[in-house]
């Protein structure tokens, strides 16, 4: 079964820094990637995801994500944050084939953007 | 922009009384999920819903669990004996086409077991 690892419990940035967002999954065969993000008070939006081609893909809101294949990571990055960008973050994957259509998610990451 | 909506937003209920969490998915879509978040816990997936029968579910979804689509736009979570530890956040989902296909999110239900 899929898994999925953030190495960031709580991220606290001032604006303007940049921002790099760990996620590792492990899944020995093809997977659909994906960022979900979770605004105060609101439902999990998409933030970018990952099938196929190109390995670094841009989202909305400036955030974009690199797929290493051989790193099994997906991290998110963005180049500066503003305050609105406070929300927890959601890494998650969905396996190719059969009817494995479930999102597994990581345990998500906060963010907090002081201004 | 199209919405997955969920009702209640706040849901108390009594230790072994049933609940029905309401779900309208996005009108065009046609794949249906249910997941919680148990405070503090990763978001878990808890049952796939295609074609008017569930695709797969969680080792969580046991037979205290039970989804419906009862008509051409609910779609239905009923607890039938409710526990303590089913006190969660409950999402609704739905897809236009499963494989990986982005899933849109309702707000959630909170869910309290007193």
């Known amino acids: 079964a899929q898994s999925v690892s953030q190495h960031n419990h709580h991220v606290i940035l001032s604006e303007a820094a940049s921002l790099e967002l760990g996620c590792n999954y492990s899944?020995?065969?093809?997977?659909?990637l994906f960022w979900y993000v979770q605004y105060p008070g609101q439902h999990l939006q998409l933030l970018l995801k990952?099938?196929?081609?190109?390995?670094l893909v841009k989202g909305i809101k400036g955030f974009e994500a690199e797929f290493i294949k051989s790193k099994f990571s997906f991290n998110l990055r963005k180049p500066s944050v503003q305050w609105s960008d406070t929300a927890e973050y959601f890494c998650?994957?969905?396996?190719?084939?059969?009817?494995?259509?479930?999102?597994?998610f990581g345990k998500g990451t906060l963010l907090t953007v002081n201004p | 922009e199209p919405e997955v909506t969920q009702t209640p937003s706040h849901q108390v209920t009594q230790m072994g009384q049933e609940v029905i969490l309401r779900c309208v998915p996005i009108s065009n879509h046609l794949y249906f999920y249910w997941y919680r978040q148990i405070l503090g816990q990763k978001v878990e997936f808890l049952v796939s819903?295609?074609?008017?029968?569930?695709?797969?579910k969680s080792e969580i979804f046991d037979d205290q669990f039970s989804v419906e689509r009862p008509d051409g736009s609910n779609f239905t979570l009923k607890i039938r004996s409710t526990k303590l530890e089913d006190s969660a956040m409950y999402f609704c989902?739905?897809?236009?086409?499963?494989?990986?296909?982005?899933?849109?999110f309702g707000d959630g239900t909170r869910l309290s077991i007193l």
């Open positions: 998650a994957v969905t396996t190719s084939g059969g009817s494995n259509y479930k999102l597994t």
């Open positions: 990952y099938f196929s081609g190109d390995p």
């Open positions: 989902a739905s897809s236009e086409e499963g494989g990986g296909q982005p899933q849109h």
């Open positions: 819903f295609y074609n008017n029968e569930i695709s797969e």
């Open positions: 899944y020995g065969g093809t997977v659909n």
